[in-house]
């Protein structure tokens, strides 16, 4: 098996250090509990770092007035505990703070074994709480880039776009292909690692709410369910007639261009005249021709929708980069 130590990982091992060092150097009680807070911070999304650490800070300092309620005025006996927990964690729950209920249990045990709560003790814990977050927060603020990444897997994706097309063209043009078809169930796993991937990066930026490799892999999940519906129409196909042949070298050249660029309504446009020029045709003869020429031009059909699909994909910085334009 793989050995594999992850940035997320490092990232916690080297906070969860200097987060104890630091409380240990300033003489706080505890001090081991600043670790475990940078720990439970640390997440794989900035935003999810900030809520969390925003959670566990709310219900620490909630901890420390319902503990003096409780311990002060009825006493510190592990009943009382209990009790109090019956009235904390609800208070937790409705300030929606509920990732911060068992740390700011830690803060609770740690009064109850102080058997008092002085003036010391509360600016003790709340120090072993501003360390552990703070801490964490800073060490989550670097994220790396997931461009590469998501470039990866744009490139993929239609790399395996094209094997389909082409594909579909053989068939059109002989009635036969040795194809396995792995390319459709990898093209489904790879749409939806890398949408979950992209909206992973928009949660890494605190002020943009939108990512257009999320918008763009969106864009080819739809188009993908047509290919899934179109390639059964491809295979029924049992006659060759012009109008395959015809419709075969369209989808050839549009293969041909599934790369940086938006020339959907060039392939609009040839698509409109071809329908023209199948209008123009002999009529079927057989039932046999009907019933393939259906077919084809349900096909033509669909095509257009996964054009159209396409053409209504908008970026912003992105078209001039170059980055994720395509077919």
Known sequence: ??????????????????????????????????????????????????????????????????????????????????????????????????????????????????????????LNELGVIIIGIGVALIINVYMPSADHRLKQYQTRIEENFKVIFCEMVLFLRTEESKWTGKEITETATLLEEARSFAFRDVENHFLREENDYFHYFRMREKQFEILERVLPIVTSLTVTLPQGKIIAEFLEELSENIKPGNTAHIYLEKLREMKKEFEEMELPKTRKEFEVRAALLQLV???????????????????????????
């Not at 909630?62 to 009790?83: D, K």
């Not at 019956?86 to 300030?95: D, G, Q």
């Not at 059909?301 to 077919?327: H, P």
């Open 1 to 122: 098996m793989k050995y594999k130590i992850g940035y997320r990982t490092v990232k916690t091992a080297l906070g969860t250090a200097i987060s104890i060092l630091i409380a240990q150097q300033l003489g706080l009680d505890n001090f081991a509990s600043a670790g475990i807070l940078t720990i439970l911070c640390i997440k794989v999304t900035k935003r999810k770092s900030l809520r969390a650490s925003w959670d566990r800070f709310l219900a620490c300092v909630l901890a420390m007035p319902f503990s003096v309620l409780f311990f002060e005025v009825i006493g510190y006996h592990p009943i009382v505990i209990g009790i109090m927990l019956l009235f904390f964690i609800p208070t937790v729950v409705m300030f929606k703070a509920n990732d911060g209920i068992v740390t700011s249990s830690v803060i609770i045990l740690h009064i109850y074994m102080a058997n008092a709560l002085t003036l010391d003790l509360f």
């Open 301 to 327: 059909k669909e095509m257009n929708d996964y054009l159209i699909i396409k053409r209504s994909f908008k970026t912003s910085k992105w078209n001039k980069t170059g980055k994720i334009e395509a077919n």
